[in-house]
């Protein structure tokens, strides 16, 4: 059997998008139809969860589309928390704030699966951040510029910027979309190519060769109830941590075992916690999203101008 050791920082990149891909040999190159089979899971879980009460009198098109943006910010989300645990599990330098950090390694890895909906999904979560900067305007939240994170703003634009930097041509309607000035598009190729190099560079010591044991990686589901079911019931359909578990143990050496979950926690959060070896995706979130898209949502050509009950 092949090993990958070594290889060159470019080749390594390449090796991201088999993090959550349900790849039928782990050795195998990832394709865009592996990453389709995420969509066909959403859209399977969307028929059999529409006659739920809270889905029930959307038209389904527009159930679609929910479907899909609040499943793929939650997946860009379950990637950003792995970006900080893989920067905390493996010891890596950071340049600059973590949290950038971790959203260079979840667009990069979307951007390299290469697949029409792999990218439709890091698009959306692109938009979210659009829409939760004008909930935050309509709402008169604060504008925390001391935080540890980007502004909305600022987050949303970064992941277009890497998206038209690693094919102009390909992304030049999303750049349009978002209003990325031309000047800014003509420096991302900068940003995207640096990104590349540095994550492949600092990931290369820690791949697992074909001899060396897979690290065991924990999926829990945990329980929701009212509001959060649905949320609780579409993740376990669509089997968000599953793929993501595996692919990390057969990927990296990691130094300690950890565990993937989803749980009610009390609020929107999602967070990778040294301590516990845990990273927690909330069932809140996911309802978070829900609502964003329903409030600030721009409903595509193809749906009915009407609002979410």
């Known amino acids: 059997m092949t090993k990958w050791w070594p290889l060159r920082p470019w080749q390594l990149l390449l090796l991201l998008p088999l993090l959550f891909i349900g790849l039928a040999e782990a050795w195998a190159q990832p394709t865009p139809a592996d990453f389709e089979k995420f969509r066909t899971r959403i859209d399977d879980a969307?028929?059999?969860?529409?006659?739920?009460?809270?889905?029930?009198?959307?038209?389904?098109?527009?159930?679609?589309?929910?479907?899909?943006?609040?499943?793929g910010n939650m997946l860009f989300v379950l990637l950003h928390e792995l970006g900080?645990?893989?920067?905390?599990?493996?010891?890596?330098?950071v340049l600059g704030r973590e949290?950038?950090?971790?959203?260079?390694?979840?667009s990069l890895t979307l951007i390299h699966i290469k697949s029409q909906f792999s990218e439709h999904v890091l698009a959306e979560a692109a938009k979210g951040w659009f829409m939760a900067d004008r909930r935050d305007s309509k709402e008169g939240e604060p504008v925390l510029y001391y935080d540890e994170h980007g502004l909305n703003q600022q987050r949303a634009f970064q992941i277009v910027c890497y998206?038209?930097?690693?094919?102009?041509?390909?992304?030049?309607?999303?750049?349009a979309e978002t209003k990325l000035p031309k000047e800014r598009q003509q420096s991302?190729?900068?940003?995207y190519r640096k990104a590349a190099k540095s994550w492949g560079v600092l990931l290369q010591p820690h791949v697992r060769t074909a001899d060396q044991p897979e690290t065991k990686i924990d999926v829990?589901?945990?329980?929701?109830?009212?509001?959060?079911?649905?949320?609780?019931?579409m993740a376990r359909s669509i089997k968000l941590l599953d793929g993501v578990a595996a692919r990390s143990s057969e990927l990296v050496v990691w130094p300690a075992p950890f565990s993937l979950e989803m749980q009610t926690c009390g609020s929107a959060n999602a967070?990778?916690?040294p301590s516990t070896h845990k990273l927690t995706v909330c069932y809140e979130l996911a309802e978070d999203f829900a609502g964003l898209y329903r409030d600030y949502g721009i409903p595509r050509v193809d749906s009915r101008a009407r609002k979410l009950r």
């Not at 029930?56 to 499943?71: D, I, M």
């Not at 949290?99 to 979840?106: H, K, L, P, V, Y």
């Not at 690693?166 to 750049?175: G, T, V």
């Not at 991302?188 to 940003?191: P, R």
């Open 46 to 71: 969307v028929r059999v969860l529409g006659n739920h009460s809270q889905l029930k009198g959307v038209p389904p098109n527009r159930r679609e589309q929910l479907a899909e943006f609040v499943s």
């Open 99 to 106: 949290e950038d950090a971790a959203d260079s390694f979840a």
């Open 220 to 233: 829990v589901y945990g329980d929701a109830k009212g509001k959060l079911e649905i949320a609780a019931q």
């Open 188 to 191: 991302c190729s900068e940003d």
């Open 271 to 273: 967070q990778w916690v």
């Open 163 to 175: 998206m038209v930097g690693a094919d102009p041509i390909r992304f030049k309607d999303l750049a």
């Open 84 to 93: 900080h645990a893989t920067i905390g599990e493996l010891d890596l330098p």
